[in-house]
């Protein structure tokens, strides 16, 4: 298989099998992120997805499932796209979901109607890192778009019937703006229809813009107490029903699973007593030793 540098995947999607189609991350300036820091933007080459697509069907001819890679596979325009979806179908026709994690943006450039065939060559459910929906926020990390744009293209999946995720980046706005980025993000996500909202911590990776920033003082990240209120003040602003999953280093039994709606008091339950009592320093610990977001 040609895999380029360190493999990333959506560990809730089918780990196998998984196909690289592209190469980098076409942004590469979100300033909490090092994933693709020396992997310049490129296609991966046809020969290379036709014989990892020969390897694959001499293993799993008929899989039901494939996850494209790498940071934001669905970025290039539609009929670049067409040809590299109908040769996954060609070597796999018995595939029912082409699952991929991509930006925001990568769906500017695709109309409703190519939308719409995209999702009929497989692409059924995608992974959006939208991280925030606070317009001071997205400029502070050079996330490189607006909070306008989220509902946009997100209002474009829903009509193209495209399922999706969503993601909040818990403490990413620090100290001077938290609240802004909790609430403000919760009312972007009501203003659409994820399958699922995730959340995850912020870690500061060697590396980083932001942790150069926070060394220099030009920074104020969250301790743990405060990541915890945060991610309450989201939770608690949300009010979209989907699959609720958290990635927080916070072990909290009724944090994660469906129907978030029906479950919203018990998460908030479950917040309150981790504010309260839970064991703070060794979810300081858990984070310290992350590896990747």
Not at 69 to 84: C, D, F, G, K, Q
Not at 269 to 284: C, P, T, V, Y
Request: charge should be negative.
């Amino acid at each position: 298989m040609h895999f380029t540098g360190t493999i990333y995947r959506n560990p809730y999607w089918p780990t196998f099998p998984l196909i690289q189609i592209t190469q980098g991350c076409t942004h590469n300036r979100c300033k909490f992120c090092t994933m693709y820091k020396d992997v310049p933007f490129r296609m991966q080459p046809m020969e290379y997805i036709e014989a990892d697509l020969k390897e694959i069907r001499s293993i799993e001819p008929r899989a039901k499932t494939i996850q494209l890679l790498s940071a934001n596979p669905l970025a290039p325009i539609y009929r670049v796209l067409e040809p590299i979806l109908k040769k996954i179908r060609e070597y796999l026709p018995d595939l029912e979901y082409i699952y991929a994690a991509t930006r925001v943006d990568d769906i500017r450039n695709k109309s409703v109607e190519e939308l719409k065939k995209l999702k009929e060559l497989g692409i059924k459910e995608i992974s959006l890192g939208v991280e925030s929906g606070d317009e001071w926020t997205l400029q502070r990390i050079n996330k490189g778009y607006r909070p306008e744009d989220i509902l946009e293209q997100c209002h474009k999946l829903d009509e193209a019937g495209i399922r999706y995720w969503l993601t909040f980046l818990n403490g990413v706005a620090g100290k001077s703006h938290s609240q802004e980025h909790a609430v403000h993000s919760a009312e972007i996500f009501n203003q659409t229809h994820p399958l699922l909202v995730g959340t995850g911590g912020l870690t500061l990776f060697p590396g980083t813009p932001l942790l150069l920033e926070a060394e220099k003082g030009e920074f104020d990240p969250l301790d743990e107490k405060e990541m915890l209120e945060e991610l309450r003040l989201f939770v608690e602003h949300l009010n979209v029903d989907c699959y609720f999953v958290t990635h927080h280093t916070v072990s909290g039994k009724n944090l994660t699973g469906p129907n978030f709606l029906s479950r919203k008091e018990a998460i908030l339950e479950a917040l309150d007593h981790e504010i309260h009592h839970g064991d703070l320093k060794r979810m300081a610990a858990i984070r310290r030793n992350k590896q990747t977001l």
